[in-house]
């Protein structure tokens, strides 16, 4: 009787029966198509909202999302997957697997009670197809299993049960890398506590009124010495260029701010870089290009030196570079020995029309840094790098513990600049002034805004400058061509 029962349940659910029928309804198949749809769609659905929703949030909304403010907000693709006509449509779904898969076990327990029935169907049914030599010879029941198997919908339901896992699984990580971030970002100092310490390491501030004479002397001596490159002419004035270079190798009272701010290392490391086989210089007189290159050597050594104050630091006004060579006569000035502490530097004389030119070259100058600068003191600008402020493996790996105490270092990681200002481990890189971001219409506190007549007067000025600069550069091209032409010819000649 219970057999019977068995084998009646059974052929309602085949193929033949009413069951069956349904089951192999186009209403059926394309609710069941759906639903397997759905379910992997969904799944890539909360994955992007994880990953990109926040995106797509007001700014407001997303500083309190990634701050956790607020627990329960989601971005604009949360609200609709949120929404209740897709949670009815999830339930449903939820509801239609659950009966298609209990249909699909009770078959399976069906066929298992009237195995030896089912396999006198298929034993005939095989005869019946290798005597129409629908099959060959080989014997195929291994394939067939193989294939009935993967055909089977226990097989597809452990196999897509296996790819949903698996990427739930890779989600879920992902979604605890975004949880340990946001934790990581939560604890962030607040844009106060952050501008108070990036104001620790400004590096912008008010000169010490004692450095105005040198400031005037160093900013003309750099806007002049610039010509040195890529080579100078015959008609330059090389004395003027030798008492220059003599006084930079022999000053002690230009400080660490000066020598940054003023851009006078970039000028002699420029100069110093010149000559080479494409690009000879001119036979210049005094030395001058053996002396900028010891120059430049000296103070590379005394900036990787142990004791250099930061540029944020107070003794950088107030600390002086120790000087190149004691006063020689100039024949002696490549000899590059050091001076001794407390020795005399060389005097810098110049003609009243150049005393006038670094003089109006000076108040340009300082009138264009005083004005970024209190822009900057207000606005502490962000360093664009740090590094570790230690040189030790192991004060290296304190720092990079510090920054990430989770110990995921990684490349692209991002870490609040808050963080770094506060944290005397970690060095600030900072921009040169011209490359910071400073609003053209700022204007110093206190101070009166330009009129159109000193605006205009001041562009016609930069005009004629630069049509100055061109034209020199034009000459130095061409001169620069010579020297090239006779160089190789010199090299021809050489090798006959």
């Known amino acids: 009787m219970v057999v019977w029962i068995f084998r009646a349940v059974r052929k309602s659910l085949e193929d033949d029966g009413l069951i ?11 609710i069941t198509s759906l639903r397997q749809i759905l ?10 909202e994880k990953f990109f929703g926040k ?29 209740p006509e897709v949670q ?101 100092p607040s844009p106060e506590v952050t501008k108070a310490n990036l104001a620790k390491i400004n590096p912008w501030r008010d000169f010490l009124p004692e450095q105005d004479p040198v400031l005037r002397e160093v900013v003309y001596i750099t806007q002049v010495l610039r010509q040195l490159t890529p080579t100078t002419l015959s008609e330059d004035d090389y004395q003027l260029f030798s008492d220059m270079i003599r006084s930079l190798e022999t000053r002690t009272d ?36 053996s002396r900028v290159k010891a120059l430049h050597r000296h103070w590379s050594d005394l900036e990787r030196a142990p004791g250099k104050p ?54 340009k100058w300082r009138r264009d840094r005083d004005r970024k600068v209190s822009y ?12 570790p402020m230690s040189k030790s493996d192991t004060g290296i790996r304190n720092a990079w513990d510090s920054a990430f105490p989770d110990g995921r270092v990684q490349a692209g990681r991002s870490i609040p600049a808050g963080k770094l200002a506060g944290d005397q481990q970690w060095k600030p890189i900072f921009r040169s002034l011209i490359t910071e971001n400073i609003p053209y219409s700022w204007v110093a506190p206190g101070e009166e805004p330009q009129s159109a007549e000193e605006s205009k007067a001041e562009l016609d000025e930069m005009f004629a400058e630069s049509d100055r600069a061109e034209e020199r550069r034009t000459k130095q091209n061409e001169y620069l061509a010579q020297l090239k032409k006779a160089a190789d010819e010199r090299k021809q000649k050489s090798e006959l």
């Open 39 to 48: 379910f992997v769609l969904q799944a890539l659905l909360w994955g992007v």
């Open 254 to 289: 230009m400080c660490w701010r000066v020598w940054e701010e003023t851009d006078i290392r970039q000028t002699i490391l420029a100069a110093a870089n010149r000559e080479s086989p494409s690009k000879p210089i001119a036979d210049e007189p005094f030395s001058i290009h």
């Open 310 to 363: 930061e540029r944020w630091e107070d003794a950088s006004d107030t600390t002086f570079l120790a000087p190149l060579i004691a006063t020689h006569p100039f024949g002696e000035a490549e000899t590059g020995n050091k001076a001794e502490p407390g020795g005399a530097g060389f005097k810098l004389v110049l003609t009243p029309e150049q005393e006038a030119d670094a003089t109006k070259r000076y108040k």
């Open 88 to 188: 009815m449509l999830n339930k449903f779904m939820l509801d239609w697997f659950a009966f298609d898969l209990a249909l699909d076990m009770l078959y399976s327990l069906l066929e298992y009670f009237t195995l030896e029935e089912h396999e006198k169907a298929q034993r005939q049914y095989d005869k019946e197809r290798k005597e129409l030599g629908d099959v060959d010879d080989k014997d195929k029941t291994g394939t067939n299993m193989i294939v009935s198997f993967t055909e089977g919908r226990i097989f597809r339901y452990v196999f897509w049960g296996v790819i949903i896992s698996s990427l739930l699984s890779m989600l879920n990580a992902a979604g605890t890398a975004v949880s340990e971030e946001l934790a990581y970002m939560r604890d962030t």
């Open 55 to 83: 995106y797509f949030m007001d700014p407001l909304d997303r500083v309190m999302f990634e701050m956790g403010l607020e627990p329960d907000m989601y971005g604009p693709l949360g609200e609709a997957l949120q929404s």
């Open 20 to 30: 069956g029928r349904v089951l192999e309804s186009t209403t059926y198949r394309t």
């Open 376 to 387: 900057l003191k207000i606005h502490p600008p962000t360093p664009m790098a740090w590094v």
